[in-house]
């Protein structure tokens, strides 16, 4: 697993907060803005996590976009090779790039899906978080209320 460093966050005046990552890709920025109807909850903390997962995102898409260039290659070079006069469909070198090919487009559809699950995830944080910040600070109080 490549190591994510998490380079800056910063929560300014307007409500937007800023996130940029390093990766072995090089740098991404994220970043989320503060609708007027949740200024009463506003969280720095919640706001920069956030941006820093649509970051996390663009690195995501980043990589996939490599990984079908690569699939794209792969298949490419199966359809040229096919077409060579001579060419053994069965020799080792031509399974070894089938399976590669297919190793490849399968690992390609999997973190595609993985960013659409992470993608919904994002958003349905976003969507309950009043919901879930509300439920939390009660449970706090019920818990001080049966203590005391």
């Not at 072995?24 to 969280?43: M, P, Q, R, W, Y």
């Not at 595609?112 to 009043?130: A, D, F, G, T």
């Not at 919901?131 to 939390?136: A, L, N, R």
Request: aromatic share 10%; hydrophobic share 30%; net charge positive.
């Amino acid at each position: 697993m490549k190591k994510i460093k998490t380079l800056d966050t910063y929560f300014d005046e307007n409500g937007i907060s800023y996130a940029t990552i390093m990766t072995e890709l090089g740098a991404f920025n994220g970043t989320c803005k503060l609708h007027d109807e949740d200024k009463d909850i506003v969280s720095e903390f919640q706001g920069c996590r956030w941006a820093e997962m649509r970051a996390g995102i663009k690195y995501l898409q980043e990589k996939v976009k490599l990984l079908k260039i690569k699939v794209d290659t792969l298949e490419n070079l199966i359809n040229t090779l096919s077409l060579v006069k001579g060419y053994e469909k069965d020799s080792v070198e031509a399974r070894y790039l089938r399976k590669q090919y297919f190793i490849n487009k399968n690992e390609y559809q999997i973190k595609k899906k993985n960013i659409q699950k992470i993608k919904e995830n994002l958003y349905n944080s976003m969507k309950y978080y009043r919901k879930d910040k509300e439920d939390f600070l009660n449970k706090i109080q019920n818990k001080k209320e049966s203590v005391e």
